[in-house]
């Protein structure tokens, strides 16, 4: 998620630059606390993780990212940068249906992160892959960006 707010800094930062406006300098410490806190937490989340961030968090998160989204214009952007929270969605959807309308399921277990533990990827590969491709969106939305 920090990945992603470091994202949104530069989005606001670019379109600050574009608009000469004041009103992006306050996103821009908006996303920077955002980011500050989100690595703070990491700290404690990391493998063995200790303190898990549970829907109050997650929830806030997700509603501050529209919010930056919707101020910096960068609505489309969010999809691509977010394409990993897109694919748990997705794949917990695609399960539901297929189980309901085929009695059979696609993956071993939805959200696809459990499916890749349950094929026998650590979890800290997982969260690795993860990120990694969180991070390589982000610029590839920095880069359509710009």
Avoid: W
Avoid at 9 to 21: C, D, F, I, N, T
Avoid at 41 to 47: D, G, K, T, V
Avoid at 58 to 81: D, H, K, T, Y
Wanted: with cysteine; aromatic share 10%; net charge positive.
């Amino acid at each position: 998620m920090a990945i992603v707010y470091m994202a949104l800094m530069r989005v606001a930062e670019g379109a600050g630059q574009v608009l000469l406006s004041s009103n992006y300098e306050g996103m821009i410490i908006f996303c920077g606390a955002v980011v500050g806190a989100c690595l703070g937490f990491l700290r404690f989340n990391a493998y063995p993780a200790r303190v898990f961030m549970g829907d109050t968090g997650s929830l806030a998160l997700g509603g501050a990212v529209a919010m930056m989204a919707i101020m910096n214009r960068g609505v489309l952007l969010v999809p691509i940068m977010g394409a990993c929270y897109v694919a748990s969605i997705g794949s917990s959807l695609i399960q539901i249906v297929s189980y309901k309308t085929r009695k059979k399921r696609v993956f071993k277990m939805a959200p696809l992160h459990h499916h890749f533990e349950l094929k026998g990827y650590p979890e800290t590969k997982v969260v690795a892959m993860y990120m990694i491709v969180t991070a390589l969106l982000c610029m590839a939305a920095l880069l359509s960006f710009v």
